[in-house]
């Protein structure tokens, strides 16, 4: 329910299988270590069993899309839709990942540029190409209604211009305003050093850094214990890990 004098709200979504209830646990537990203020921590999940108590869990709202993308992060979209298909939720919320890492304090993520409607993490991966990723943002529900009205409506059209849901979403924001650079990086790209480096090097953990975001393999549970999933064994050769020290003293 909501309540005026909690300031700090935050989101996360798990559906299917890829994700367990303990990814759940351990991001609510980062969250209570890192957050000053009083907060509400709500997931929107398509089976709450093992999840905390301490987690309000809500139905996953469906999404309207052909089969192949509707779960995949094309889902996540369903957080712009207006309070009232989204159980009344009111204000501004703070998304997260399942699969990232808290490594500093979430405080400022609710201070910061506090008129803007969509503040993101910058996509590290093609930092030149004005691309967020979701794995952290902030939003006002039901100001950002038209991105999720949009795709509905030309979904068609649309699925075969964007590859992917962040590129869309960036594109058809009326503003994309980042976070600071050092606040949320993503572990291939500022954590993992470089070829050959990485075979006598552990992972590092940046300076001033508040989230680490594991899009794609390896995810945080395998990166702790230096394991790389890989389909073909010849990628072995170059995704290499070293056991990734730090994450057992923050994921958690």
């Known amino acids: ?20 209830a303990e990814y759940v646990n351990k991001l609510y537990g980062m969250v209570k270590r890192n957050i000053s203020s009083p907060f509400r921590f709500v997931c929107l999940t398509d089976n709450s069993e093992d999840i905390d108590s301490e987690v309000e869990c809500y139905p996953c709202p469906e999404i309207e899309l052909p089969e192949q993308v509707r779960n995949k992060g094309w889902r996540k979209l369903t957080t712009y839709a207006p309070s009232t298909y989204l159980y009344d939720f009111k204000g501004v919320w703070l998304f997260l990942d399942l699969d990232v890492v808290i490594t500093g304090s979430l ?9 803007k409607d969509f503040v993101v993490m910058r996509n590290w ?7 967020g990723n979701t794995s952290v943002y902030r939003f006002h ?9 949009q795709l509905l409506e030309n979904q068609t059209e649309l699925l075969k211009t964007y590859s992917n849901s962040q590129t869309y979403i960036s594109r058809t924001v009326k503003e994309i305003v980042y976070w600071p650079d050092s606040w949320c990086i993503l572990f291939k790209v500022q954590c993992i050093p ?12 940046p300076k001033h850094t508040r989230v680490v975001a594991f899009p794609g393999n390896p995810n945080p549970h395998e990166a702790e214990v230096g394991n790389w999933p890989v389909k073909r ?4 050769l170059y995704k290499y890990i070293r056991p990734t020290n730090w994450i057992r003293e923050y994921w958690n």
């Open 1 to 20: 329910m909501y309540d005026e004098k909690i300031k700090a709200q935050i989101l996360c979504m798990k559906w299917g299988p890829l994700y367990s």
């Open 107 to 115: 405080d400022p993520f609710f201070s910061y540029e506090p008129n």
């Open 125 to 131: 991966s093609q930092p030149k190409k004005n691309i």
């Open 141 to 149: 529900i039901g100001k950002l209604t038209y991105i999720l009205d």
């Open 194 to 205: 470089a070829w050959p480096q990485r075979f006598w090097k552990s992972p590092v953990l």
């Open 233 to 236: 064994k010849i990628k072995r």
